[in-house]
């Protein structure tokens, strides 16, 4: 099932304490870095105006005592989207203050697009098993993206689409160790992908992407124990991951994997034009 904007989510605890939230939301900063930022206190505006990533278009938090005039500040932070010409949306996770969501709920925003926030330790989830008649390899970014660009449709050699262009830019400031890997055919075409990201002793996983003429040979789950193994090699000890709540594939993958919910966000969509 697809997420609309119509789905309306509500806020709901965590499985985690503040500290592992925080943790993974610095993470995640690292991860995805937006290319202008400003800060309020713990509060801080991402802003990529023309890129279509809300995450990398919000107002996100991190600290849930930071709630000190938060209508105000919250008029602010909105008035700072128009001028940049970019829909404001707040990214509501368990650090937002509840301050913050009072308005939220007061001012009608929509709550939409549950996200979850998967985690697990980096070891046991066994040796990589390349299914037969594919190659796995390890590649640079530019080499990843071309891959990643193919196996969601496009050909071999052509330019990059807008949407894959962008994501290649936010790509190239993160500013720690990248590992992108690319499983393809023995005759070279590519069928799956996977991006990881070390920082510290976490290992960020994205874009995991099996093109739809491979899926179903296990291609996810070989990257899912390949990317672990070099995460752990790399001083990781913990793996996470977001998914959409809806895409029951993928959590059910996920879930078969040992990755278990430490928390969820949303998007609340400002109600005013």
Same mark, same amino acid.
């Given at each position: 099932?697809?997420? *609309? !904007? ?18 993974? !939301? ?10 202008? =930022? ?14 279509? =990533? ?16 938060? &209508?105000?500040?919250?008029?602010? =932070?909105? =008035?700072?989207?128009?001028?940049? &010409? ?14 913050? /969501?009072?308005?939220? *709920? ?7 697009? !549950? ?8 070891? %046991?989830? %066994? /040796? ?9 390899? &390890? ?13 969601? %449709? ?5 330019? @990059?689409?807008? *949407? +894959? ?14 590992? $992108? @890997?690319?499983?393809?055919? !023995? ?5 799956? +992908?996977?991006?990881?990201?070390? /920082?510290?002793?976490?290992? %960020?996983?994205?874009?995991?992407? *099996? ?15 390949? +990317? ?29 994997? $040992? ?15």
């Amino acid at each position: 099932m697809v997420t *609309t !904007e119509a789905k309306r989510v509500q806020p709901r605890q965590p499985n985690c304490d503040l500290e592992t939230v925080l943790k993974l !939301e610095q993470a995640n900063l690292n991860c995805f870095p937006s290319l202008m =930022a400003h800060h309020d206190g713990s509060w801080i505006s991402r802003l990529s105006p023309g890129g279509s =990533a809300r995450r990398n278009n919000s107002l996100n938090f991190y600290d849930a005592q930071d709630g000190d005039e938060a &209508e105000s500040r919250l008029d602010a =932070a909105r =008035a700072r989207f128009k001028r940049l &010409e970019t829909p404001f949306h707040v990214r509501w996770t368990p650090l937002v203050p509840t301050e913050v /969501d009072q308005v939220l *709920t007061s001012q009608n925003y929509a709550r939409v697009v !549950e996200t979850l926030v998967l985690s697990r330790s980096i070891w %046991g989830l %066994g /040796d990589t098993e390349v299914p037969a008649g594919y190659k796995l390899a &390890e590649v640079s970014l530019g080499e990843w993206i071309s891959n990643y660009a193919q196996v969601s %449709g496009a050909k071999r050699g052509e330019p @990059l689409s807008e *949407t +894959v262009q962008a994501l290649h830019d936010v790509l190239s400031r993160v500013t720690v160790e990248l590992i $992108g @890997l690319v499983l393809e055919t !023995e005759d070279g075409v590519p069928a799956a +992908v996977l991006l990881g990201v070390v /920082d510290g002793d976490l290992l %960020g996983i994205f874009s995991v992407k *099996t093109a739809e003429a491979f899926r179903r040979q296990g291609l996810a789950y070989a990257l899912m124990c390949e +990317v672990q193994s070099l995460g752990a090699k790399r001083g990781a000890e913990t793996a996470w991951l977001q998914v959409v709540a809806d895409n029951t594939a993928a959590v059910e993958l996920y879930d078969s994997l $040992g990755y278990r919910e430490a928390y969820a966000y949303h998007y609340c969509k400002d109600a005013q034009p």
